[in-house]
């Protein structure tokens, strides 16, 4: 039974530019959040995707933007990259049809903006 | 919206002592309080969780209790070993669409 998986596990970019990360949910899971973790920091919501659109969305500016597949995939996409924008992103799946509470966490992609 | 205040952000303790983690939360509509602990460089991993129609809720070393009325609940791990040692994170969220706020961790140190 697979579980949630990210990639890459680690980007470097520069101010300005911009970034896709891409999660897969785990198996039997609909439900997908992103959230950025700061150093030192917990995880800060940024928005969820449930049957491919935007069901909720955390205190994030437009430049965070996402995407879920058919398949339940999903990706994160921010533009003009900020030097605060370095952070842990995470992602999270659960199931929508059994229960959305319980989350799982995927290893993350570490982004680093220069 | 939801604010989670946890304490402390530091615990150390000896390998074999009990250790206490303390959340509140500021919205009475939540009803879902995970924690989760992160080992460096690592996944958040859900450890246990309780709901608001239960008071308490243990799995071997680890329980957590729930106080409604005051809006706190509680992480406790006995006997701690070493491989305990991580930063745990606690959260509260309302039923339905999960989103979970998070405390700002506790670090936990268990020396040998």
């Known amino acids: 039974d697979a579980g949630v998986t990210q990639s890459p596990t680690h980007l470097i970019k520069t101010r300005g530019q911009q970034v896709t990360l891409r999660c897969s949910p785990k198996?039997?899971?609909?439900?997908v959040s992103w959230y950025q973790q700061a150093l030192g920091q917990g995880p800060q919501f940024i928005f969820q995707?449930?049957?491919?659109?935007?069901?909720q969305r955390g205190n994030f500016p437009d430049r965070f933007s996402g995407h879920q597949f058919p398949n339940y995939s999903s990706e994160l996409n921010v533009n003009a990259l900020l030097l605060g924008d370095s952070a842990l992103y995470l992602c999270?799946?659960?199931?929508?049809?059994?229960?959305?509470?319980?989350?799982?966490f995927g290893p993350g992609t570490r982004l680093t903006v220069l | 919206g939801e604010n989670v205040e946890q304490h402390p952000s530091t615990l150390s303790v000896q390998e074999g002592d009990s250790a206490v983690i303390k959340c509140t939360y500021s919205d009475s509509a939540s009803n879902y309080f995970p924690w989760y602990k992160q080992e460096l460089g690592k996944r958040p991993q859900l450890i246990i969780d309780?709901?608001?129609?239960?008071g308490e809720k243990k799995d071997q070393r680890i329980a957590v209790t729930l106080n409604k009325t005051a809006k706190h609940f509680s992480l406790h791990i006995t006997e701690t070993q070493p491989e305990d040692s991580a930063v745990y994170f606690c959260a509260a969220s309302k039923g339905g669409s999960y989103i979970p706020t998070f405390g700002r961790g506790t670090s936990l140190i268990v020396h040998p």
């Open positions: 198996s039997g899971h609909d439900t």
């Open positions: 309780i709901r608001s129609n239960v």
């Open positions: 999270a799946s659960s199931s929508g049809a059994i229960s959305t509470d319980t989350q799982y």
């Open positions: 995707y449930y049957e491919e659109e935007e069901r």
